[in-house]
């Protein structure tokens, strides 16, 4: 059974750092692209960042230079490190995987968690 499981959520001060962390388990996680989207009440939900199996990262304009995504393979699990926090990162973040093999190509999301930065 897939599972993706978030932990790191809460609330931070405007440019102030948070880490996202994203438990993998019952999926082939070595094989697969994971990424972190979030959405905004009244807003579609957008892509955050995603890393492919060999480590190519991919980031929103929008967080460039104060977010980073990685993953620690031995442990199933990716990481979005935030810093520089703004409000307008006030979003729940939700964990994402795709598995890259078209025999493995189904996709799975986590159960979202809500970070929330006061100013």
């Known amino acids: 059974q897939v599972q993706l499981v978030e932990s790191g959520g809460g609330l931070v001060q405007a440019e102030g750092s948070l880490r996202l962390s994203c438990a993998a388990s019952g999926t082939r996680f070595s094989i697969s692209t994971m990424g972190w989207f979030r959405q905004a009440p009244g807003n579609q939900r957008e892509l955050v960042a995603t890393?492919?199996?060999?480590?190519?990262?991919n980031y929103a304009n929008s967080v460039k230079g104060r977010f980073t995504i990685s993953r620690d393979n031995a442990k199933n699990t990716v990481y979005l490190q935030m810093s520089s926090l703004r409000p307008q990162d006030t979003a729940a973040y939700y964990c994402?995987?795709?598995?890259?093999?078209?025999?493995?190509?189904?996709?799975?999301w986590g159960q979202g968690t809500q970070v929330t930065v006061s100013s």
């Open positions: 994402y995987m795709k598995g890259e093999p078209r025999w493995y190509s189904n996709e799975y």
């Open positions: 890393i492919t199996s060999g480590g190519t990262t």
